[in-house]
């Protein structure tokens, strides 16, 4: 038997009640537990996050090379186009510039506190032609 039995994801913020309905509304989940400096929810599919508040919390900036990374979400959609007029509005950016020919793989958006994700195609289930 495993000893942990689950992990939560939890991003810092100034103001963790906007960032939880920010993907609360992106993921179709629910709030399920808060405190004063902590909001967790879970999504439709059942991934956990949680927002944790700092005053003194900086996003990250990249893709510029002066600062790390910090965390970086990934999330898997069947409609990329779709799935991005969603994130801008509910309030997220595109942080990734393109070429504007054709579909793409994955796209790189920051969420309204600064924190980057990428939403990635699902992998084709379909059999191979050919």
């Not at 799935?83 to 020919?101: K, Q, T």
Request: with cysteine; glycine share 8%.
């Amino acid at each position: 038997m495993a000893l942990v039995k689950a992990g939560v994801l939890v991003l810092d913020c100034a103001e963790p009640e906007k960032l939880a309905d920010f993907y609360k509304e992106l993921l179709e989940g629910e709030q399920t537990d808060a405190s004063a400096n902590l909001v967790e929810i879970r999504g439709a599919d059942g991934v956990r996050l949680a927002f944790r508040r700092d005053v003194n919390a900086t996003p990250p900036s990249w893709p510029r090379p002066e600062n790390s990374l910090q965390v970086h979400l990934d999330f898997l959609v069947e409609d990329l186009d779709e799935a991005e007029r969603r994130v801008v509005g509910l309030g997220g950016r595109p942080i990734e510039a393109r070429d504007a020919a054709g579909p793409y793989e994955e796209r790189g958006y920051s969420d309204p506190a600064g924190h980057s994700f990428t939403l990635r195609m699902l992998p084709s289930r379909a059999p191979k032609q050919g």
